[in-house]
């Protein structure tokens, strides 16, 4: 059974960092592209950042790109996601999913990122 769990959210201060992880199994992780979704109270999903199964072709959204790291550890089947400099336009659920945008599969449950004084 694929499972895709979040971790790391939380409530932050603009100009805050956050580091979310994403733990993978019943698959084949470093088989796989993964990427980063969130959604935001309203609003229809952003593709976040989605990075190839070996890690050597990685992709931002316009609106990320300069303060977000996407990588992963495929030894540990884990997907990361540094957030530096964080504005409350990033309060959304972040989710990890399985593949890229268009072929994707997968999705976690969700972490909560809140950015606010």
């Known amino acids: 059974e694929v499972q895709l769990v979040e971790s790391g959210g939380g409530m932050v201060q603009p100009g805050g960092s956050l580091r979310l992880s994403c733990a993978a199994s019943?698959?084949?992780?470093?088989?796989?592209?993964m990427s980063w979704v969130r959604q935001a109270p309203g609003k229809g999903p952003e593709w976040v950042s989605q990075?190839?199964?070996?890690?050597?072709?990685?992709d931002y959204a316009e609106s990320v790109k300069g303060r977000f790291t996407i990588s992963r550890d495929n030894a540990k089947n884990t997907l990361y996601l540094q957030m530096n400099s964080l504005k409350p336009d990033d309060t959304a659920l972040y989710y990890c999913?399985?593949?890229?945008?268009?072929?994707?599969?997968?999705w976690g449950q969700g972490t909560q990122v809140t950015v606010s004084s």
């Open positions: 999913v399985r593949g890229v945008e268009g072929e994707d599969d997968y």
């Open positions: 019943g698959f084949t992780f470093a088989s796989y592209p």
């Open positions: 990075i190839t199964h070996g890690g050597g072709l990685i």
